[in-house]
């Protein structure tokens, strides 16, 4: 069945640092890729997607590469700051349904 | 606008109870779903609806009921509580059809529901 993998579960980086996180799907059909990102105490909040004709997107110091062949995306965080810490979840949707399956998530901890 | 509320937040239940978790949203949103989330395993599918009147099973359906008789509205309903439904369960709505599949999934605040 259809499957998303991300890692790493736990990530922890300086202030200023870059962060990086990986998924990869299982279902090659798949066309379109979301992150989400969720505070404490709260639903999941969409950052970012990107759709399988593009292979980068970018939107200020967030950006989702996608490479189809290898079926993984991954999401950067560049510059991070202390508000950027929350759980971030990858998702994965085939064309022609809105069903997302997402990733475990990802803690991401910015330590000033 | 209130985008998608869920209720109750909080809600503990005896091990054989029954309820209803309620979601609603007001975006006219044809795609609905539930979801839960548990440590470690992210947010997995239960039940979803591509509109009223259909409703379809996601990848851990069993111990829950749904329907959509409405566009706004998609309850929950856990026929016999069981520990092991002990979760965070969320509610989200997103706009579908033609063109416009896959878009932007608004998620509730959720409701945190423990089984004893």
């Known amino acids: 069945g259809e499957n998303v993998e991300q890692h790493p579960s736990t990530l922890s980086v300086q202030e200023g640092d870059s962060a990086v996180i990986k998924c990869t799907y299982s279902d090659s059909a798949s066309n379109y890729f979301p992150w989400y990102k969720q505070e404490l105490g709260k639903g999941p909040q969409l950052i970012i997607d990107?759709?399988?004709?593009?292979g980068e997107k970018k939107d200020q110091r967030i950006a989702v590469t996608l490479n189809k062949t290898a079926k993984h995306f991954s999401l950067h965080i560049t510059e991070t700051q202390p508000e950027d810490s929350a759980v971030y979840f990858c998702?994965?949707?085939?064309?022609?349904?809105?069903?997302?399956?997402f990733g475990t998530g990802t803690r991401l901890q910015v330590f000033p | 606008n209130a985008g998608v509320t869920q209720t109750p937040k909080f809600q503990v239940l005896k091990t054989g109870q029954s309820m209803t978790l309620q979601c609603a949203q007001d975006m006219n949103h044809e795609y609905m779903s539930w979801y839960r989330q548990d440590p470690g395993m992210g947010l997995r599918l239960i039940h979803y609806s591509v509109g009223a009147g259909i409703t379809d099973q996601g990848e851990v359906p069993n111990g829950y009921n749904v329907s959509r008789s409405t566009t706004e509205d998609f309850p929950l309903r856990l026929l016999s509580a069981a520990p092991s439904q002990t979760s965070v369960y969320f509610c989200?709505?997103?706009?579908?059809?033609?063109?416009?599949?896959?878009?932007?999934?608004?998620f509730g605040q959720g409701t945190r529901l423990t089984v004893v």
């Open positions: 990107i759709r399988s004709n593009v």
């Open positions: 998702a994965a949707s085939r064309p022609g349904t809105d069903k997302l399956i």
């Open positions: 989200a709505s997103s706009y579908s059809g033609g063109a416009h599949r896959n878009t932007e999934a608004f």
